[in-house]
Protein backbone atom coordinates (compact mmCIF):
# COMPACT_ATOMS: atom_id res chain seq x y z
CA UNK A 1 0.00 0.00 0.00
CA UNK A 2 1.27 3.15 -0.76
CA UNK A 3 0.45 6.51 1.20
CA UNK A 4 1.55 10.11 0.73
CA UNK A 5 3.99 11.46 3.26
CA UNK A 6 5.08 15.44 3.71
CA UNK A 7 8.14 15.48 6.55
CA UNK A 8 7.10 19.26 7.52
CA UNK A 9 9.08 22.54 8.45
CA UNK A 10 11.80 23.02 11.05
CA UNK A 11 11.94 19.23 13.22
CA UNK A 12 9.29 17.81 10.88
CA UNK A 13 12.11 15.89 8.59
CA UNK A 14 13.81 14.77 11.69
CA UNK A 15 10.73 12.90 13.34
CA UNK A 16 9.53 11.88 10.28
CA UNK A 17 12.86 10.04 9.16
CA UNK A 18 12.23 8.61 12.86
CA UNK A 19 9.07 7.68 12.77
CA UNK A 20 9.36 5.73 9.25
CA UNK A 21 12.77 4.01 10.31
CA UNK A 22 10.87 2.57 13.14
CA UNK A 23 7.62 1.41 11.02
CA UNK A 24 10.71 -0.20 8.49
CA UNK A 25 12.13 -1.92 11.24
CA UNK A 26 8.49 -3.19 12.05
CA UNK A 27 7.98 -4.43 8.70
CA UNK A 28 4.63 -2.04 8.33
CA UNK A 29 3.80 -2.89 4.33
CA UNK A 30 3.93 0.58 3.50
CA UNK A 31 5.48 2.28 0.46
CA UNK A 32 6.02 6.07 0.65
CA UNK A 33 5.67 8.93 -1.90
CA UNK A 34 7.23 12.34 -0.36
CA UNK A 35 5.53 15.23 -1.77
CA UNK A 36 6.24 18.84 -1.44
CA UNK A 37 3.86 20.54 1.27
CA UNK A 38 5.22 23.32 3.70
CA UNK A 39 6.58 27.25 4.15
CA UNK A 40 9.06 26.28 1.87
CA UNK A 41 6.23 26.36 -0.65
CA UNK A 42 4.80 28.72 0.60
CA UNK A 43 7.41 30.83 -0.38
CA UNK A 44 7.76 29.41 -4.16
CA UNK A 45 4.27 30.81 -4.52
CA UNK A 46 1.91 28.23 -4.14
CA UNK A 47 -0.89 29.68 -2.13
CA UNK A 48 -1.82 26.93 -0.40
CA UNK A 49 1.02 25.53 0.48
CA UNK A 50 1.58 22.84 -1.43
CA UNK A 51 2.50 22.12 -5.32
CA UNK A 52 -0.40 20.59 -7.54
CA UNK A 53 2.14 17.74 -7.98
CA UNK A 54 1.27 17.22 -4.19
CA UNK A 55 -2.01 17.53 -4.51
CA UNK A 56 -2.46 15.24 -6.96
CA UNK A 57 -0.58 13.03 -5.63
CA UNK A 58 -2.31 12.76 -1.99
CA UNK A 59 -5.73 12.71 -3.76
CA UNK A 60 -5.41 9.80 -5.58
CA UNK A 61 -3.47 7.59 -3.10
CA UNK A 62 -5.96 8.92 -0.44
CA UNK A 63 -3.91 9.29 2.93
CA UNK A 64 -1.80 12.05 3.80
CA UNK A 65 1.14 11.38 6.97
CA UNK A 66 2.69 14.55 7.70
CA UNK A 67 5.13 16.52 10.10
CA UNK A 68 4.02 19.66 11.52
CA UNK A 69 4.48 22.46 9.30
CA UNK A 70 4.91 26.64 9.77
CA UNK A 71 2.45 29.24 7.83
CA UNK A 72 3.90 32.53 7.17
CA UNK A 73 3.31 35.23 8.86
CA UNK A 74 1.01 38.06 7.43
CA UNK A 75 -2.54 38.57 5.90
CA UNK A 76 -3.67 36.58 3.09
CA UNK A 77 -2.41 33.81 4.18
CA UNK A 78 -4.06 30.59 5.29
CA UNK A 79 -2.35 27.78 7.52
CA UNK A 80 -1.60 24.84 5.32
CA UNK A 81 -3.36 22.75 7.88
CA UNK A 82 -6.46 24.44 7.82
CA UNK A 83 -6.20 24.53 3.55
CA UNK A 84 -5.73 20.65 3.76
CA UNK A 85 -8.73 20.10 5.80
CA UNK A 86 -11.07 22.40 3.76
CA UNK A 87 -9.70 21.10 1.04
CA UNK A 88 -10.23 17.41 1.68
CA UNK A 89 -13.58 17.87 3.45
CA UNK A 90 -11.77 15.95 6.37
CA UNK A 91 -14.28 16.73 8.72
CA UNK A 92 -13.72 15.15 12.05
CA UNK A 93 -10.52 15.68 13.87
CA UNK A 94 -9.81 12.40 16.53
CA UNK A 95 -7.65 13.10 19.37
CA UNK A 96 -6.86 10.43 21.83
CA UNK A 97 -4.94 11.64 25.18
CA UNK A 98 -3.74 8.36 27.58
CA UNK A 99 -2.16 8.66 30.24
CA UNK A 100 1.53 7.32 29.32
CA UNK A 101 3.79 5.57 31.94
CA UNK A 102 7.09 7.18 32.65
CA UNK A 103 5.37 10.61 32.02
CA UNK A 104 4.74 12.37 34.66
CA UNK A 105 1.44 14.54 35.01
CA UNK A 106 0.10 15.64 38.58
CA UNK A 107 -2.55 12.76 37.74
CA UNK A 108 -0.28 10.13 36.72
CA UNK A 109 1.17 11.13 39.83
CA UNK A 110 -2.29 10.84 41.58
CA UNK A 111 -3.04 7.13 40.31
CA UNK A 112 -5.73 8.98 38.13
CA UNK A 113 -6.02 7.62 34.90
CA UNK A 114 -6.63 9.56 31.48
CA UNK A 115 -7.97 7.92 28.26
CA UNK A 116 -10.43 10.70 26.77
CA UNK A 117 -10.91 11.14 23.09
CA UNK A 118 -12.08 14.21 21.37
CA UNK A 119 -13.71 14.28 17.78
CA UNK A 120 -13.60 18.11 16.78
CA UNK A 121 -15.77 19.40 14.32
CA UNK A 122 -13.21 20.23 11.82
CA UNK A 123 -14.37 22.23 8.12
CA UNK A 124 -17.32 25.10 9.63
CA UNK A 125 -17.59 27.47 12.38
CA UNK A 126 -15.36 30.37 12.69
CA UNK A 127 -12.51 28.65 10.93
CA UNK A 128 -14.18 29.48 7.80
CA UNK A 129 -12.45 32.83 8.22
CA UNK A 130 -14.98 34.60 7.01
CA UNK A 131 -14.35 38.09 8.63
CA UNK A 132 -14.30 41.62 7.36
CA UNK A 133 -14.21 45.38 8.50
CA UNK A 134 -18.27 46.54 9.28
CA UNK A 135 -16.53 50.13 10.08
CA UNK A 136 -13.00 51.57 10.75
CA UNK A 137 -13.63 51.00 14.41
CA UNK A 138 -15.68 47.35 14.60
CA UNK A 139 -14.42 43.92 13.11
CA UNK A 140 -17.10 41.55 12.30
CA UNK A 141 -16.61 37.32 12.04
CA UNK A 142 -19.33 35.21 10.53
CA UNK A 143 -19.77 31.62 12.54
CA UNK A 144 -21.26 28.87 10.29
CA UNK A 145 -22.73 25.92 11.67
CA UNK A 146 -24.67 23.84 9.56
CA UNK A 147 -27.08 20.46 9.84
CA UNK A 148 -25.15 18.39 7.61
CA UNK A 149 -21.78 19.58 8.81
CA UNK A 150 -22.78 18.69 11.77
CA UNK A 151 -24.50 15.57 11.26
CA UNK A 152 -21.50 13.63 9.78
CA UNK A 153 -19.17 14.79 12.58
CA UNK A 154 -21.71 13.79 15.44
CA UNK A 155 -22.19 10.22 13.48
CA UNK A 156 -18.60 9.59 13.37
CA UNK A 157 -18.23 10.35 17.30
CA UNK A 158 -20.98 7.57 17.97
CA UNK A 159 -19.66 5.06 15.19
CA UNK A 160 -16.47 5.46 17.11
CA UNK A 161 -17.54 5.27 20.45
CA UNK A 162 -19.30 2.33 19.86
CA UNK A 163 -16.85 0.24 17.84
CA UNK A 164 -14.35 1.66 20.87
CA UNK A 165 -16.87 0.62 23.49
CA UNK A 166 -17.22 3.82 25.68
CA UNK A 167 -18.82 3.98 27.93
CA UNK A 168 -20.23 7.52 28.01
CA UNK A 169 -20.25 10.12 24.66
CA UNK A 170 -20.30 13.94 25.49
CA UNK A 171 -21.25 17.03 23.75
CA UNK A 172 -19.45 20.47 24.72
CA UNK A 173 -21.25 23.45 23.44
CA UNK A 174 -22.31 27.16 24.98
CA UNK A 175 -25.81 26.49 23.61
CA UNK A 176 -26.70 29.02 26.68
CA UNK A 177 -25.35 31.39 24.83
CA UNK A 178 -25.47 31.01 20.87
CA UNK A 179 -28.52 29.26 21.15
CA UNK A 180 -29.31 28.92 17.24
CA UNK A 181 -25.62 27.91 15.86
CA UNK A 182 -24.27 25.68 19.20
CA UNK A 183 -28.10 25.37 19.75
CA UNK A 184 -28.15 23.54 16.65
CA UNK A 185 -25.34 21.47 16.97
CA UNK A 186 -26.68 19.86 20.11
CA UNK A 187 -29.56 19.18 18.57
CA UNK A 188 -28.25 17.30 15.97
CA UNK A 189 -26.16 15.45 18.48
CA UNK A 190 -29.28 14.39 20.73
CA UNK A 191 -31.21 13.26 17.37
CA UNK A 192 -28.07 10.95 16.43
CA UNK A 193 -28.74 9.56 20.39
CA UNK A 194 -31.62 7.81 19.82
CA UNK A 195 -29.72 5.55 16.95
CA UNK A 196 -27.14 4.64 19.73
CA UNK A 197 -29.52 3.58 22.99
CA UNK A 198 -26.70 1.34 24.91
CA UNK A 199 -24.27 4.84 24.81
CA UNK A 200 -24.57 7.45 27.36
CA UNK A 201 -25.22 10.55 25.57
CA UNK A 202 -25.18 13.78 27.96
CA UNK A 203 -23.70 17.78 27.04
CA UNK A 204 -21.88 20.05 29.22
CA UNK A 205 -21.65 23.74 28.74
CA UNK A 206 -17.72 24.43 27.46
CA UNK A 207 -16.47 26.09 30.43
CA UNK A 208 -18.03 23.37 32.92
CA UNK A 209 -16.45 20.98 30.22
CA UNK A 210 -13.01 22.60 31.31
CA UNK A 211 -13.26 22.84 34.76
CA UNK A 212 -14.37 19.35 35.21
CA UNK A 213 -11.83 18.08 32.81
CA UNK A 214 -8.92 19.78 34.96
CA UNK A 215 -10.81 18.47 38.03
CA UNK A 216 -11.56 15.00 36.96
CA UNK A 217 -10.47 13.94 33.45
CA UNK A 218 -11.34 10.07 34.10
CA UNK A 219 -14.69 10.63 34.22
CA UNK A 220 -14.94 11.44 30.62
CA UNK A 221 -14.34 9.06 27.17
CA UNK A 222 -15.68 10.67 24.16
CA UNK A 223 -16.19 14.40 24.10
CA UNK A 224 -17.78 16.17 20.72
CA UNK A 225 -17.15 20.08 19.78
CA UNK A 226 -17.63 22.23 17.10
CA UNK A 227 -14.62 23.46 15.36
CA UNK A 228 -13.27 26.67 17.32
CA UNK A 229 -14.18 25.14 21.16
CA UNK A 230 -12.60 21.60 19.85
CA UNK A 231 -9.36 23.05 19.69
CA UNK A 232 -9.38 25.17 22.88
CA UNK A 233 -10.20 21.91 24.55
CA UNK A 234 -7.70 19.26 22.88
CA UNK A 235 -5.05 21.30 23.52
CA UNK A 236 -6.09 21.49 27.32
CA UNK A 237 -6.28 17.56 27.29
CA UNK A 238 -3.01 17.72 25.89
CA UNK A 239 -1.91 19.23 28.98
CA UNK A 240 -3.43 16.76 30.67
CA UNK A 241 -1.12 14.16 29.76
CA UNK A 242 2.05 15.82 29.02
CA UNK A 243 1.63 18.38 26.52
CA UNK A 244 1.43 18.54 22.54
CA UNK A 245 4.39 15.98 22.77
CA UNK A 246 2.08 13.15 23.14
CA UNK A 247 -0.60 14.60 21.42
CA UNK A 248 -1.64 12.68 17.80
CA UNK A 249 -4.15 13.74 15.46
CA UNK A 250 -6.32 12.08 12.77
CA UNK A 251 -8.43 14.27 10.22
CA UNK A 252 -11.04 12.03 9.25
CA UNK A 253 -12.98 12.26 5.96
CA UNK A 254 -14.98 9.87 3.77
CA UNK A 255 -12.51 9.28 0.89
CA UNK A 256 -8.50 11.24 1.76
CA UNK A 257 -7.51 11.23 5.93
CA UNK A 258 -4.78 13.14 7.63
CA UNK A 259 -2.89 11.79 10.24
CA UNK A 260 -0.27 14.40 11.66
CA UNK A 261 1.93 16.11 14.73
CA UNK A 262 -0.13 18.97 15.99
CA UNK A 263 2.46 20.13 17.86
CA UNK A 264 5.12 23.33 16.77
CA UNK A 265 8.13 23.04 13.84
CA UNK A 266 10.09 24.09 16.86
CA UNK A 267 12.96 26.44 15.16
CA UNK A 268 14.99 26.73 18.23
CA UNK A 269 15.98 22.84 18.10
CA UNK A 270 15.80 22.23 14.66
CA UNK A 271 18.98 20.30 13.25
CA UNK A 272 19.93 19.66 16.63
CA UNK A 273 18.49 15.71 16.55
CA UNK A 274 16.97 16.10 19.81
CA UNK A 275 13.52 16.69 19.38
CA UNK A 276 10.37 14.53 20.52
CA UNK A 277 8.69 12.04 17.79
CA UNK A 278 6.15 10.44 20.44
CA UNK A 279 3.23 12.68 19.19
CA UNK A 280 4.10 11.67 15.42
CA UNK A 281 4.43 7.87 16.34
CA UNK A 282 1.49 8.01 17.90
CA UNK A 283 -0.62 9.73 14.84
CA UNK A 284 1.33 6.97 12.62
CA UNK A 285 0.03 4.06 14.73
CA UNK A 286 -3.63 5.84 14.19
CA UNK A 287 -3.05 5.73 10.76
CA UNK A 288 -1.59 1.80 11.04
CA UNK A 289 -5.33 1.11 13.15
CA UNK A 290 -7.01 3.12 10.28
CA UNK A 291 -5.60 1.05 7.20
CA UNK A 292 -5.92 -2.16 8.92
CA UNK A 293 -2.10 -2.92 9.93
CA UNK A 294 -3.11 -3.96 13.97
CA UNK A 295 -0.83 -6.29 14.40
CA UNK A 296 2.11 -3.82 13.28
CA UNK A 297 0.59 -0.80 15.53
CA UNK A 298 0.30 -3.00 18.49
CA UNK A 299 3.73 -4.37 18.19
CA UNK A 300 5.42 -1.07 17.84
CA UNK A 301 2.86 0.79 20.42
CA UNK A 302 3.54 -1.94 23.34
CA UNK A 303 7.35 -1.03 22.49
CA UNK A 304 7.22 2.55 22.88
CA UNK A 305 5.12 1.92 26.27
CA UNK A 306 7.44 -0.29 27.19
CA UNK A 307 10.50 2.26 26.29
CA UNK A 308 8.85 5.14 28.08
CA UNK A 309 8.15 2.65 31.22
CA UNK A 310 11.98 1.99 31.56
CA UNK A 311 12.46 5.66 31.58
CA UNK A 312 13.75 6.39 28.12
CA UNK A 313 13.31 9.77 27.43
CA UNK A 314 13.99 13.14 25.14
CA UNK A 315 15.18 16.55 26.71
CA UNK A 316 11.60 17.91 26.79
CA UNK A 317 9.93 15.51 29.54
CA UNK A 318 11.07 12.76 32.08
CA UNK A 319 13.32 12.19 34.91
CA UNK A 320 15.82 14.44 35.09
CA UNK A 321 18.05 12.43 37.12
CA UNK A 322 18.65 10.31 33.98
CA UNK A 323 20.85 11.40 31.32
CA UNK A 324 18.60 12.16 28.07
CA UNK A 325 18.61 10.62 24.79
CA UNK A 326 18.11 12.56 20.95
CA UNK A 327 15.86 11.48 18.32
CA UNK A 328 17.65 8.64 16.60
CA UNK A 329 18.46 7.06 19.87
CA UNK A 330 14.91 7.19 21.09
CA UNK A 331 13.62 5.33 17.54
CA UNK A 332 16.62 2.98 18.22
CA UNK A 333 15.25 2.00 21.74
CA UNK A 334 11.58 2.02 20.44
CA UNK A 335 13.42 -0.86 18.02
CA UNK A 336 14.97 -2.51 20.62
CA UNK A 337 12.01 -2.87 22.27
CA UNK A 338 9.63 -5.14 19.86
CA UNK A 339 8.74 -8.26 21.52
CA UNK A 340 8.78 -6.47 24.54
CA UNK A 341 5.18 -6.45 26.49
CA UNK A 342 4.93 -2.78 28.94
CA UNK A 343 3.32 -3.29 32.33
CA UNK A 344 0.25 -0.58 31.64
CA UNK A 345 -1.20 -0.12 28.82
CA UNK A 346 -0.61 -3.05 26.62
CA UNK A 347 -2.12 -3.43 23.34
CA UNK A 348 -3.68 -6.75 22.02
CA UNK A 349 -1.71 -8.24 19.10
CA UNK A 350 -4.62 -8.61 16.53
CA UNK A 351 -4.08 -10.01 12.82
CA UNK A 352 -3.73 -7.31 10.09
CA UNK A 353 -6.41 -7.20 7.76
CA UNK A 354 -5.62 -8.58 4.41
Known sequence: MKIAVAKGDGIGPEIMDAVLNIFNANGVALEYQFVDMGKWVFDQGHSNGMTPEAQKTIESLGILFKGPMETPKGKGVKSVNVTARKTWNTYANKRVFQTLHGV???FSKAGIPIDITIVRENIEDTYGGIEHMLTPDVALSRRFITRPGSLQVIKYAFEMAQKKGARRITCGHKANIMKITDGLFLE????????????????????????KLVTRPDAFDVVVLTNL???????????????????????????????????????????????????????????????????????????????????????????????????????????????RVPQHGMKPTLPNKP
Open 104 to 106: DTV
Open 188 to 211: VFYEVAKQYPDLKADDVIVDDLCM
Open 229 to 339: QGDIVSDLCAGLVGGLGFAPSANIGDHISIFEAVHGTAPDITGKGIANPTALLLSGLTMLRHLGFMENAASIENALLYTLEQGVHTGDFGDKSKPSVNTVQFAQAVIDNFG
